[in-house]
């Protein structure tokens, strides 16, 4: 048990299961749907186009998601989309929010080591759509391992800061792990805390940074979970 | 200030603003955009339903709402509706996302008058969708009366449970203000804390409950906001 009371932060969506491989498929589809209208790479554009246009007023997230769809899908085909077609988008939607929950690897055990040690209390913080997040975490079977579930409509420095303070923790004993610079691991840093990166192999545009996090002992790369128990007890013993 | 720490609780939609009014208007506006396949009843039943049965995977919320408006739609049309028409139906509820909050009579001297006087904790419980609340609370101009606020997914007793928890207050230390019976009031009357009732003149079918709080001089009914400070007055004394 360590002298400090550290706090562990998750990120879930590519962190603890796979969600960008499932958006990807959809992307795929879409792309088919509109094919005899346009090719792949203008699709994707102008989809992330409008994804973006409506990020402000949408958030993020599955219906989001399939809304920014439907309109992109009437704007490419100058209105000829058939009722069906747009049906077939809602049912895709649909189909991505019951979509079964695929753990990444080597999340289970290290979540359970972890909680068996009983050291650090562990919270999941992810954005996202309420219900959605929600709902994946109950189907993951992971819930009980945490002790509470932040989700939030944006994760930058002041929804941490936030977090930190409802929750009394102080920066310098929180460690966030997650696979996104701009959201898991950039603003953690800025507060004076402390993070672990695992990379996804596959990242939503509006996610990438090329941004290098600054050095000094606080920064961590993760090749998966498997990794985050060494990390830890070096963040807890430093 | 009372001997007691006392914290209050404040519902959002139609209890601190408007809100099931632009809901009904965009209801008005769908059943006229079908009017030429089925007759309003018949619309607003199918739409309904719709909405029923998309709720345990969409949650609530405007995109929910305009995600089963489209499907309604295409289901009434028999699959005639045009995609201008889906296209309108995306910016109606692009609209309901950008209304201007209207806040209802008495809320700002209320909250203001109770944030003056210090004494009691104000807090926001909505559910909805994570995005537009947070929005609806900014544009609002009352944000800085509330020291947290707690969007969830369903307002029942265990999501009232795990808030009184994790904010450290016991039932008989809270006092709900909502004009909802199924999500404001019968949830905190059963796990022992204190509700007060604003009527609003609009209720969304699924929130209509016919049932009746137990007495006991925890339950209070009130006009509007202004109403409220007695009560508070009364119910700290008590």
Redesign the interface.
């Known amino acids: 048990m360590p002298a400090r009371d550290l706090t562990i932060g998750f990120d879930a969506d590519d962190t603890l299961w796979h969600n960008e491989n499932v958006f990807a498929d959809m992307h795929a589809r879409f792309g088919a749907l509109l094919a005899h209208h346009h090719d792949a790479a203008t699709v994707e554009r102008e989809l992330l186009a409008t994804e973006l246009r409506n990020l402000e ?4 997230g599955v ?2 998601f ?2 920014s769809a ?2 992109t899908a ?1 704007h490419l ?1 100058s ?6 077609e ?2 077939h988008l ?1 049912d895709l ?2 189909g991505m ?2 979509h079964p929950v695929e753990l990444l690897d080597g999340v289970a055990e290290t979540l359970a080591g972890l909680t068996a040690a009983g050291a650090h209390r562990l919270l999941v913080i992810t954005k996202g ?4 997040q ?2 994946k975490l109950d189907r993951s079977g992971l819930a009980g391992h945490f002790k ?1 579930v932040e ?3 944006e994760k930058d420095a002041s929804a941490y800061a936030a977090i930190l303070r ?1 929750h009394g923790i102080a920066p310098q004993n929180f460690l966030m792990v997650g696979n996104s610079m701009k959201s898991d691991i950039l603003p953690v840093l800025a507060l004076g805390g402390a993070a672990a990166h695992v990379p996804y192999p596959l990242m939503w545009l509006h996610e990438q940074t090329a941004e290098v996090p600054p050095a000094g002992g606080r920064y961590f790369e993760l090749k998966s979970l498997h990794d985050l128990p060494a990390v830890v007890a070096r963040w807890a013993a430093g």
């Open positions: 007023i949408y958030g993020y219906k989001s399939t809304l439907i309109e009437i085909s209105g000829q989309i058939s009722a069906a747009v049906q809602i939607g649909r929010l019951v759509d309420l219900r959605d929600q709902s509470e989700i939030v409509a409802r």
